[in-house]
């Protein structure tokens, strides 16, 4: 029987072409031996990708390089900590190799590290959007993290309302960069959003939301609203339309309410939202210093007190919120005030209680009992 000829290509390489899992691939070598390894190899290969799936780490790769940009500036880093993460954990692994015992494993490691519910859970969701993409682009067949339950007991830090104390402080004091605050505690609003307003978009006695301010590291930059919900328009309320009096008389249509003819910086907030709150008498002493660069007369360095505000203004969205629920909006229409894009996350984070309420629920069921 004649041998097979043998293909010698003009550098001298030998080549030869193998179909293998259904792809036509060319192996080269400097001699027959040489290239029938090559041969064996990806044939082992191949049989191992069919048994155990892409590897994790490359479907991760490919998982984020299709991510990223789809991404908010603002959400990047998060995402991109959870995929290395979720790398550290299975790389070398085959997709099929990983199942819902290996992950859960894992999540229970940070738990007993200490990790919040909030973590876990972002956590479990990257990995889970992995194995969605591994199973829609490259013809994957399995998602273990689907029926995985988090671990019980999780630290779940809730966002709280404003004391009732410094929301009257608020209510006081609208002047100054108290409008910034005004503009939470009576729209809902949140603060890229405040941040992004300008003298156009209050009209017709309505707030015209469809774009916020990011700040990238320190400078502002106007994106759309993370989420088509979050476009919407807000009544101005009585108490609003006093805060705001005659304050963008003289204004330009385009000038921004804070920063005029740019929004403000990140810095240039945090150091306004600081000195309000220190007017109020609600900030506190963090603790920590930090150098001055100057020196005593023994010639010490001089160091300085970092003050904190007692609140966030996003604590007064959470007024807003619970406002809404005292007057006995429907949830529904509370949703679209406040632009959430789940009503889950208007019920679970924003319908709390206030004391007041309490109080209230608690005189109208003793009435109620007296009665009987």
């Not at 190899?41 to 790769?61: L, P």
């Not at 940009?69 to 880093?77: A, N, W």
């Not at 304050?247 to 740019?262: A, H, P, W």
């Not at 609600?282 to 210093?289: E, K, L, Q």
Request: with cysteine; hydrophobic share 35%; proline share 4%.
């Amino acid at each position: 029987m004649p041998k097979k000829k043998v293909n010698t290509r003009s550098d001298g390489l030998i080549e030869r072409v193998r179909t293998i899992d259904g792809k036509r691939r060319h192996f080269y070598g400097r001699s027959l031996p040489e290239v029938q390894k090559k041969i064996d190899a990806a044939i082992v290969e191949a049989a191992t990708k069919k048994e155990c799936g892409e590897k994790f780490e490359e479907v991760a790769d490919a998982f984020w390089k299709t991510k990223e940009p789809k991404l908010k500036y603002g959400s990047v880093r998060g995402y991109r900590h959870k995929v290395e993460v979720a790398k550290g954990w299975f790389s070398g692994y085959g997709m099929r190799e990983i199942n819902s015992t290996l992950i859960n494993r894992e999540l229970s490691r940070m738990a007993a590290q200490g990790w919040s519910y909030k973590s876990i859970a972002g956590q479990k969701s990257v990995l889970s959007m992995i194995f969605q993409y591994w199973c829609a682009e490259l013809d994957g067949d399995c998602n273990p993290c689907t029926l995985l339950k988090l671990p019980q007991g999780l630290p779940q830090t809730r966002r709280r309302a404003p004391t009732d104390a410094e929301v009257e402080k608020v209510k006081q004091h609208s002047e100054g960069f108290g409008l910034c605050a005004a503009f939470m505690m009576y729209a809902g609003l949140r603060l890229g959003e405040i941040m992004a307003l300008q003298k156009k978009d209050l009209a017709g006695g309505m707030i015209f939301v469809y774009k916020q301010v990011v700040w990238h590291s320190n400078a502002p930059v106007i994106e759309s609203p993370k989420t088509q919900n979050a476009v919407r328009k807000v009544p101005i309320l009585a108490p609003l339309r006093r805060g705001i009096g005659d304050r963008l008389d003289g204004m330009k249509d385009e000038e921004y309410v804070f920063g005029g003819e740019k929004p403000m910086t990140k810095s240039q907030y945090e150091n306004a939202w600081l000195q309000y709150c220190a007017s109020l008498g609600c900030i506190h002493d963090t603790g920590r210093r930090y150098l001055t660069g100057k020196k005593d007369k023994r010639g010490n360095p001089l160091y300085k007190t970092i003050m904190a505000p007692d609140f966030t203004a996003h604590q007064l969205r959470h007024e807003f919120a619970s406002t809404l629920v005292q007057c006995g909006i429907s949830p529904q229409v509370a949703k679209e005030l406040m632009g959430h894009a789940d009503i889950l996350t208007t019920q679970r984070w924003y319908a709390e209680a206030k004391t007041s309420a309490i109080e209230e629920a608690k005189a109208m069921l003793d009435a109620h009992f007296q009665e009987e």
